[in-house]
T-cell receptor, first 111, second 112 residues
Framework: GQQLNQSPQSMFIQEGEDVSMNCTSS?????WLWYKQDPGEGPVLLIA?????ELTSNGRLTAQFGITRKDSFLNISASIPSDVGIYFC???????????FGTGTSLTVIP | DAGVTQSPTHLIKTRGQHVTLRCSPI?????VSWYQQVLGQGPQFIFQ???????GRGNFPDRFSARQFPNYSSELNVNALLLGDSALYLC???????????FGNGTRLTVT
């Protein structure tokens, strides 16, 4: 199956700092999604991307669909304590219906 | 509007038993997908159902089966449970087959 590599695996940052994480694939995807998961809950959709080069924002979050179609990026500006959680990328190839998920980036925000 | 609802929230079974997990999608969503999430990993695709037909199946053994009902709700069945089946089982609904997934809070299955 498809392998999605997320980096970094974990991040420890001070409140107010900006955060950047990325996701790379061995294959081309036509849709990229970004999710946040809190302990004991299901992933919550943050941003959906549909076109190469697309840049989409949701509040303090900004995500980009990589030009190569094999990567995506998520940035969080001015982090706050409630940003703590695990962030997952997910991609869907041109063929097939399933979304493939990355291994996650664990974010800790230090007040 | 209600989100994706799953039941039960927690379940403890012994090896060899059978389990049925249930999912109600967001109103208006026609597609339901099932994912397995092992601790420390991202969700792994099990099934997708769209308009009551199986549209995709992940790399899981035949012990796993699912179905979708006329009201678009879904069940995931797992037979002959193994210790390795212990995981969080997530249901996600989407408007169409290729639309973004909206997840429920999952069923935590523990096999002893």
């Amino acid at each position: 199956g498809q392998q999605l590599n997320q980096s970094p695996q974990s991040m420890f940052i001070q409140e107010g700092e900006d955060v950047s994480m990325n996701c790379t694939s061995s294959s081309i995807f036509n849709t990229w999604l970004w999710y946040k998961q809190d302990p004991g809950e299901g992933p919550v959709l943050l941003i959906a991307l549909y076109k190469a080069g697309e840049l989409t924002s949701n509040g303090r979050l900004t995500a980009q669909f990589g030009i190569t179609r094999k990567d995506s990026f998520l940035n969080i500006s001015a982090s706050i304590p409630s940003d703590v959680g695990i962030y997952f990328c997910a991609g869907q190839p041109y063929t097939g219906n399933q979304f493939y998920f990355g291994t996650g980036t664990s974010l800790t925000v230090i007040p | 509007d209600a989100g994706v609802t799953q039941s039960p929230t927690h379940l403890i079974k012994t090896r060899g038993q059978h389990v049925t997990l249930r999912c109600s999608p967001i109103s208006g969503h026609k597609s339901v997908s099932w994912y397995q999430q092992v601790l420390g990993q991202g969700p792994q695709f099990i099934f997708q159902y769209y308009e009551k037909e199986e549209r995709g199946r992940g790399n899981f053994p035949d012990r796993f089966s699912a179905r979708q009902f006329p009201n678009y709700s879904s069940e995931l069945n797992v037979n002959a449970l193994l210790l390795g089946d212990s995981a969080l089982y997530l249901c996600a609904s989407s408007l169409e087959r290729h639309s973004p997934l909206h997840f429920g809070n999952g069923t935590r299955l523990t096999v002893t």
